[in-house]
């Protein structure tokens, strides 16, 4: 299924194949097309939408392991008795995930702060679900500079 549509929808394929209809081989065919330099006949429209998502995915990942460093560094200050190996190691995967999805995308380095406000919101949601604890617990805003969730030292013995 496509990641997102365009308010048009999309001439067949030669094959027949449609972005709608059959999203794997309408992008195989388009990259043949493009490939064989035939931009008369590409999905000009659907093909661009298709590659500002993979962007847009991108942010999406790095807002992912930002919650979850945060989702583990909330349970370590409001669940002290409850730390474990599991929680420190989770911490250090996701900044390496975090890391590597940076170092492959530096144009989202003006937009870690908007990722970190993001990331927040979900991991606040997320500690609360997961502790049992009253939402007021945890601080509206994020409590952690951005400095922290990144190399905080949670090391658990």
């Known amino acids: 299924m496509p990641l997102a549509k365009t308010k048009e929808r999309s001439a067949p394929s030669p094959s027949g194949a449609s972005y709608d209809g059959d999203f794997y081989t309408w992008t195989q065919e388009q990259g043949v097309l493009l490939r064989a330099g035939r931009l008369d006949a590409v999905d000009r429209e659907n093909i661009a939408e298709e590659i500002e998502s993979l962007g847009r995915n991108e942010f999406d990942k790095l807002v992912s392991f930002y919650a979850f460093i945060m989702l583990h560094m909330l349970k370590w200050e409001h669940q ?3 730390r474990s190996r599991s929680w ?3 911490i250090d995967r996701n900044r390496d995930h975090a890391a590597g999805v940076l170092e492959g995308n530096p144009g989202l380095k003006p937009r870690l702060d908007e990722a970190a406000k993001l ?7 997320d500690a609360v679900a997961e502790t049992g604890l009253r939402k007021a617990t945890f601080a509206e805003s994020c409590p952690f500079t ?3 969730v990144l190399t905080r030292p949670y090391d658990f013995e």
């Open 80 to 82: 002290p008795n409850l």
């Open 88 to 90: 420190a190691i989770s």
């Open 119 to 125: 990331a927040y919101r979900r991991a606040r949601r």
């Open 146 to 148: 951005l400095d922290e």
